[in-house]
Every structure is written in structure tokens, then in C-alpha cells.
């Protein structure tokens, strides 16, 4: 069964302090890897799309990679205002054009 | 306006109430989707409309009824809903709803069902 997986549930950095958020999956045929912020009470904000192993994507103090098994959303030097839950999601295999989404990774950078 | 809107943003309403869920996009998309949030869950998918039709429908019980007038315009029809349906309804929308193809998301509806 195909399957999408993020760690940590929650992680809470000092500012400045980087780190990476893990999606992994088990789709087999991957369409697109999505990585989306999602702000309390909001819906979500799309921030990459990653389509073959290798490829990166940067924004901001944001990166993301892709594997054949998982994504990293790498954040650099992180401030308070990247905390967010930040959300995996995949398009492929037995979902078909379906986004299927993880459970999420929730951030909190304090000052 | 841009992007995703949807109205009300809060909606509370009794399990005998029927109300309706609206989301209007701006992007000229042809594919529109509904989505639940509970609290700890991953999205949930709930409906796809193509190009006004619908082509998903992931087993959502009958008390939710979608209606897609245009590529432009989505509601969600509730009625008699449970407590467990109180969530974050969230409409999306991407180009033609082939993969691979960014959804955009509106800002939601939260739902409290007493």
C-alpha cells in the first residue's frame, strides 16, 4: 500500500538553530512531491514541487530535495515567523491524480 | 479578488440545520476540489470536479452534496451533519486535475456541528 510519512510530528528550534522536516513515501510511479506552510486557522500555502530524484528547490531559508524513497525540507538560520505546519503531499502510483497528503510536521522557532 | 476564496470562514450549526459551503477561484482553473481537516488527521479528500463534472467521490456520506455550476464556482451542501463532521473544510483548485499539477488552496471554513 502506498503510503506518505513525516518526521518529526513537531519540532521546536531556536532561532538560527537549522534543520531538516522528513517526508517519506512509498509511492511507487511518483508524479510530483509537494510541499506546502500551513498557518493556524489557514489553508494551505504552496511552497515546492520536486518531480524526479535529484532535483532541489530553494526559497527563502527554505530547500527541499528528493530521493527515490523521501523528501527534506531543509531550513536555514530559521526565524519565528517560519513557524508553520508544514505538509508533505504526493501524486503517483495506486492515488493516481490524487494529492495525498501526511499527517504534517508542526514547527516552532522560538527567539 | 485572488486566488481561493471561500465563505463563511466560521459556520456553527445545529445536526437538524442545512447550510451551504462556497468557494469561488480566480485562477481560471478547470478543476475544483473539496477537502476536510480534523484535528491530527492528514487532508482528507472528500470531491473532484473536472471541467464541471464530477470524477471523485471518496466515499463521503450523503449528507454532504457538492455542486460545481461552473469551473469557477464549488459548494458544499450540508445537511443533518454529526458532531464528528465539526473540521476545517478547505477548497482547492489546479489547471486541468492531471498529475503532476499544483493545488491551490483557499483559506477554509471552519466547521462546528453542536
Known amino acids: 500500500e502506498d503510503q506518505v510519512t513525516q518526521s518529526p510530528e513537531a519540532l521546536r528550534l531556536q532561532e538560527g538553530e537549522s534543520s531538516s522536516l522528513n517526508c517519506s513515501y512509498t509511492?511507487?510511479?511518483?508524479?510530483?512531491l509537494f510541499w506546502y506552510r500551513q498557518d493556524p486557522g489557514k489553508g494551505p500555502e504552496f511552497l515546492f514541487t520536486l518531480y524526479s530524484a535529484g532535483e532541489e528547490k530553494e526559497k527563502e531559508r527554505l530547500k527541499a530535495t528528493l530521493t527515490k524513497k523521501e523528501s527534506f525540507l531543509h531550513i536555514t538560520a530559521p526565524k519565528p515567523e517560519d513557524s508553520a505546519t508544514y505538509l508533505c503531499?504526493?501524486?503517483?502510483?495506486?492515488?493516481?491524480?490524487?494529492?495525498?497528503f501526511g499527517a504534517g510536521t508542526i514547527l516552532r522557532v522560538k527567539s | 479578488e485572488t486566488g481561493v476564496t471561500q465563505t463563511p470562514r466560521h459556520l456553527v450549526m445545529g445536526m437538524t440545520n442545512k447550510k451551504s459551503l462556497k468557494c469561488e477561484q480566480h485562477l481560471g482553473h478547470n478543476a475544483m476540489y473539496w477537502y476536510k481537516q480534523s484535528a491530527k488527521k492528514p487532508l482528507e479528500l472528500m470531491f473532484v470536479y473536472n471541467f464541471k463534472e464530477q470524477t471523485e467521490n471518496n466515499s463521503v456520506p450523503s449528507r454532504f452534496s457538492p455542486e460545481c455550476p461552473n469551473s469557477s464556482h464549488l459548494f458544499l451542501h450540508l445537511h443533518t451533519l454529526q458532531p464528528e463532521d465539526s473540521a476545517l473544510y478547505l477548497c482547492?483548485?489546479?489547471?486541468?486535475?492531471?498529475?503532476?499539477?499544483?493545488?491551490?488552496f483557499g483559506p477554509g471554513t471552519r466547521l462546528l456541528v453542536l
Open positions: 509511492v511507487s510511479g511518483l508524479r510530483g
Open positions: 503531499a504526493v501524486q503517483g502510483g495506486e492515488y493516481g491524480n490524487k494529492l495525498v
Open positions: 482547492a483548485s489546479s489547471q486541468d486535475g492531471r498529475a503532476p499539477e499544483t493545488q491551490y
